[in-house]
């Protein structure tokens, strides 16, 4: 952002700036920022970086304001980008939209331009506009983890399944949440007819949490072939199973025989609802 007609002695404070910026000194930041303004008032990369420090500080009107100077010089796809942040982290999605279109008309492989129009699109659940802007990070960045989640997910409420695994394949080794991965891994694989993957992924996705780590055995016994004989009348161990636990506090080993049960009944939206609420219990 910045350009080679800014004097040289004012590219001296921007940098005095950024230095105290990164230490944490903000105030002292704010006052060179606004220093190198007076020197040089077409600076644009100072007014955007007066309204980052404003943003952390968590004082949006402020950095709306730099932003919007800035803009009044240049409409620079980065600064278009943080003036829609602002905006989104205020849920207004249209606005913010606004300034994120803008900012790929003026940088149509802007990364974080495409991500962001994507992740607005995602909330409002316009799932088909969201894909297009993903499909245009993931082609800048395949191991884009946050763009890769989101996509899994919009196959997965797609029944893409397939597509919700390569999805997976392409941030398994990067993700924080190992739990959650193998959890999507082991549903999308159950809708596949992977009955083997399926439980192997849900094993891992429960050992990820210490406290399921004795309950390997009792679900790799579970597999399809082995229903049978484990469950026997299916509709009766889920409907005594149902019943006993409106009448007690449940363990984490019936949360898991419930959620198998629904999951070889083909009532897998009621096994993951389970997963997924005992999950947020213990989080």
């Keep these: 952002m910045l350009t ?3 004097p040289r002695d004012v590219v001296l404070i921007y940098n005095n700036a950024l230095e105290l910026s990164n230490s944490g000194q903000f105030d002292k930041a704010l006052g060179e920022y606004r220093r190198a303004i007076e020197a040089y008032p077409q600076f644009v990369a100072a007014y955007n970086n007066i309204g980052e420090i404003h943003a952390r500080m ?6 709306i304001e730099a932003y919007l100077e800035a803009l009044k010089i240049d409409k620079h796809y980065r600064v278009l980008l943080n003036l829609g942040v602002e905006h989104f982290n205020r849920k207004n999605y249209t606005q913010a939209l606004k300034y994120f279109s803008e900012s790929i008309s003026r940088e149509p492989r802007f990364l974080e331009g495409n991500y962001y129009s ?7 659940e316009e799932f088909k ?9 993931i082609g800048l960045d395949q191991r884009h983890v946050k763009a890769n989640l989101l996509l899994s997910h919009i196959y997965y409420e797609g029944k893409q399944y397939a597509r919700a695994i390569e999805c997976l394949d392409r941030i398994k080794d990067l993700a924080e949440d190992r739990s959650f991965i193998n959890r999507y891994y082991g549903f999308c694989n159950f809708y596949l007819g992977r009955y083997d993957d399926a439980v192997k992924y849900l094993t891992e996705a429960l050992e990820c949490r210490p406290e399921y780590a004795r309950f390997k055995k009792y679900l790799e016994n579970m597999t399809y072939e082995k229903r049978i004989r484990e469950i026997g009348d299916l509709e009766r161990e889920i409907s005594v199973l149902e019943e006993d636990l409106s009448n007690r506090d449940a363990k984490v080993v019936d949360l898991t025989k419930l959620s198998m049960l629904y999951i070889f009944k083909g009532e897998y939206r009621k096994a993951e ?3 997924q609420s005992h999950k947020k219990k213990l989080a």
């Design 4 to 6: 080679s007609s800014v």
């Design 118 to 124: 994507g992740l607005v699109h995602y909330n409002r």
């Design 129 to 137: 506009k969201a894909e297009k802007f993903l499909l245009v990070v």
């Design 58 to 63: 968590g004082d949006s009107e402020k950095a």
């Design 273 to 275: 609802k389970l997963i």
